[in-house]
């Protein structure tokens, strides 16, 4: 199924007096990029959440939210860290010996500085936590994964449409390349004939000039190109898995071959549909951005 890069997912697990809560929420990136936001006392588990986290997601920015509860651990006590609190007088007497203003700091302010004074609680069991942890992770994953894949099925959707009007105007600019050639040998035969004012005039010569026309303008190659291109990027939007940079790379291969048909033609008509085939493709690819 095909996934997108954007979605939320949000799971609550409880064993006790315990409760852990997760959200993730996830954007589109390049590569896989995990923020994890955790309480400190579970600073210890962050390594396995990631590792869990990489079985579930391969592409995209994914923010993991963690909050845990404990409402029968007792036993609190605060902790005083002097070592930091010391740092923290050095720096607010840097601050004042170098803007040259009045050192105010009172000891109020200095308790007040993060993790100065903590309130702890009696020790946990790690093992219990992490087990709750691994459950919750895995539940808010799976939540994510299916936000993800309906939102991949829309895009397959819009996707698929877009591609379908791209194949319209290559039809299009097809069925009207032969149409100009013959155009132009009718033109320049007329002309001929004004210039010369004689019938007799040498077809080989008109041949010889249309050929070099029609090489000049002859798109042919580009339109198989993107006609096999088209083909590519909705067999890969079926199949759906990881795809998201094989279809980027179509996509860019589909605005070369634009690129050159719009280049080519001398036709009003076709040049107003190659503007338009290279702006469907651009929006094509902006959605291919968010797909894993």
């Known amino acids: 199924m095909l996934k997108s890069m954007t979605g939320f997912g949000r799971y ?3 064993s006790g007096d315990r409760k852990v809560t997760i959200e993730m ?32 997601v391969e592409r995209g920015k994914v923010d993991v939210f963690i909050t845990y509860e404990n409402l029968g651990l007792g036993d609190e006590c605060i902790r005083y860290n002097s070592q930091l609190a010391r740092e923290y007088f050095d720096c607010f007497s840097q601050i004042s010996e170098e803007l040259g203003i009045e050192n105010d700091v009172r000891t109020s302010m200095i308790m007040r500085s993060p993790d ?39 895009l397959k959707t819009d996707l698929l449409l877009k591609l379908d009007e791209i194949m319209e ?30 019938a007799n005039i040498d077809e080989s010569r008109i041949a ?24 590519a990027m909705k067999e890969a939007l079926l199949s759906g898995g990881t795809v998201g940079r094989r279809l980027d790379f179509i996509a860019q291969e589909m605005n070369r071959e634009a ?6 033609t001398t036709d009003a008509e076709i040049s107003n549909k190659a503007i338009q085939l290279k702006t469907d493709i651009e929006k094509v690819r902006e959605q291919i951005q968010n797909i894993e």
Do not use: W
């Open 208 to 231: 010889q000039e249309v050929t070099i026309f029609a090489d000049k303008i002859c798109v042919d190659e580009e339109l198989v190109r993107l006609d096999s291109h088209v083909k």
């Open 116 to 154: 100065v004074v903590t309130i702890e609680n009696g020790q946990d069991d790690e093992e219990a936590v992490k087990k709750l942890v691994e459950e919750a992770v895995g539940g808010a994953a799976i939540k994510l994964i299916e936000a993800r894949e309906q939102e991949g099925e829309r």
């Open 259 to 264: 690129n050159t048909t719009l280049s080519k």
């Open 169 to 198: 105007i290559v039809s299009f600019i097809t069925e009207k390349s032969p149409i100009i050639i013959e155009e132009y040998k009718e033109k320049i035969t007329t002309k001929i004939k004004e210039l010369l004012d004689d």
């Open 12 to 14: 609550e697990v409880s």
């Open 25 to 56: 929420k996830s954007v589109n990136h390049r590569y896989l990029e995990l923020g994890i936001k955790l309480p400190r006392k579970l600073n210890y588990l962050e390594g396995d959440i990631r590792n869990q986290m990489k079985k579930y």
